[in-house]
């Protein structure tokens, strides 16, 4: 079925390749025909990859999706009206199948000093803007979705944050995945380039509509140059039909910090790949995640951080709640290199599953080539506390009822360290609404 599913998509990106803005950009269709190239040699992963051994992909590429359009989708101002975070101050921007929708966004409102563009459009307009950035953050072997993703490069989202420019209020992306008639496929290519000494939080929301299954394969870039400080929140929200395969990589330099969140709260089959590279002295990254899994959903988290200089900081605290059938993945690896003395680096992944047919398979991971660090990871999988459950009974509280508020207190480790105030109140009455579900 593998090598099928790469005929298929390679034949389909070879009909669409005419229609890709900038088809004869020599830079562009380097990097197209490296992803087309990439595909064809790897194909996409399986189980015989060490990396994906516990996620079986064979669902995925079974489906005959096509290429989302704007045309035949139900997104309108009062689908995002309705989507909104309630009390959320922020700037909004729409893409719907991988298309940045203005009419739908706000983006004329967003203040001097951040520039928000579609992807398409700059290729055309300015692509010298994007050439010192695209694809330079990949792996140089990336597996087959990635590779897709380039293959496929049309169009996304470039957010730039110019140097010294500090915001408070957020930069929300709703990114819509519609399926009304056929199964979609989106292919959406996002960069985020934070300039010198800026600061900014960006909440990207991944969410559906219609009753066809969608397929989000995105790709994001991030770039957080010297001093500046960017928060990137991820919040996975699709549907049970919706397959999921996200790709971030961040490259950090000298003295920044780049705090990224991973909340997924739905989706069929997720699969969440985050590489940081802390390429300048005294850069800090900070993840967190948090996955919450029933009936038969696949959520994997595949993290790596690389300390490629001294004095820099990561700390890493993924969780997971787990209930009926559902299952886990976490492999967390951070790489300290020899020229990385004075590192900081700390791991954990925390698990709870409330099922006996329930699954976590977890991986934390340190290879540690320099003598002058200080590191520590770490991993537990259990169920809820008997004691605990048995004291809050004993003082009238229903079972149900006692569950939820110890699932709460699980959760809320990733989710109090959530700001603003109402993107936290969201997250956590999200939490409420699946826990009494």
Not at 222 to 236: C, E, M, P, R, S
Not at 250 to 275: E, P, W
Not at 294 to 317: A, L
């Amino acid at each position: 079925m593998t090598a099928q599913a790469v005929v298929d998509y390679l034949a389909a990106q070879q009909r669409l390749e005419p229609e890709l803005p900038a088809p004869d950009l020599p830079w562009l269709v380097e990097l197209r025909d490296g992803g087309v190239e990439r595909l064809r040699v790897a194909g996409f992963p399986s189980l015989r990859d060490e990396d994906w051994r516990y996620t079986n992909v064979q669902s995925l590429l079974k489906k005959p999706f096509e290429m989302g359009s704007i045309g035949q989708c139900d997104v309108d101002a009062a689908f995002v009206s309705r989507t909104a975070i309630p009390s959320l101050e922020c700037h909004r921007v729409v893409v719907v199948n991988g298309i940045p929708i203005p009419h739908l966004s706000d983006a004329t409102l967003v203040p001097d000093g951040i520039r928000v563009s579609s992807l398409a459009d700059l290729l055309v307009s300015d692509p010298g803007r994007l050439e010192p950035y695209l694809g330079k953050n990949l792996v140089p072997d990336p597996h087959g979705f990635t590779a897709m993703n380039s293959a496929f490069l049309g169009n996304g989202l470039v957010v730039e944050i110019a140097p010294g420019q500090v915001f408070d209020k957020p930069l929300e992306i709703i990114f819509v995945a519609s399926a009304a008639t056929e199964s979609t496929m989106a292919q959406p290519r996002n960069l985020v380039v934070a300039g010198k000494g800026s600061r900014l939080q960006v909440l990207a929301r991944y969410v559906a509509i219609g009753a066809q299954e969608t397929l989000t394969n995105v790709v994001t870039e991030v770039i957080v140059d010297a001093d500046a400080h960017l928060t990137l929140y991820q919040l996975q929200e699709e549907s049970k039909n919706s397959f999921h395969i996200g790709g971030l990589f961040a490259k950090l330099r000298r003295g920044s910090r780049f705090d990224a969140f991973a909340i997924t709260l739905a989706g069929g089959l997720v699969r969440n790949d985050l590489r940081v590279d802390l390429d300048g002295a005294g850069a800090e990254v900070n993840l967190r995640g948090l996955y919450l899994a029933r009936g038969r959903q696949h959520i994997d988290n595949h993290t790596q951080i690389f300390h490629n200089e001294p004095g820099c900081i990561s700390h890493e605290h993924y969780k997971g709640v787990l209930d009926d059938r559902a299952r886990a993945v976490f492999h967390g690896r951070i790489v300290v290199q020899p020229d990385a003395q004075k590192t900081v680096s700390e791991q954990s992944n925390q698990n709870l599953l409330l099922s006996r047919d329930a699954e976590i398979d977890t991986k934390p991971q340190l290879e540690i080539y320099a003598d002058d660090v200080k590191c520590a990871h770490g991993a537990t999988v259990g169920q809820l506390d008997k004691e605990a459950l048995f004291y809050l009974r004993s003082r009238g509280i229903a079972e149900e009822t006692a569950k939820r508020l110890l699932i709460k207190a699980f959760a809320n480790d990733v989710l109090l360290a959530v700001s603003p105030d109402s993107l936290r109140d969201h997250l956590l009455t999200r939490v409420e609404m699946m826990l009494a579900d």
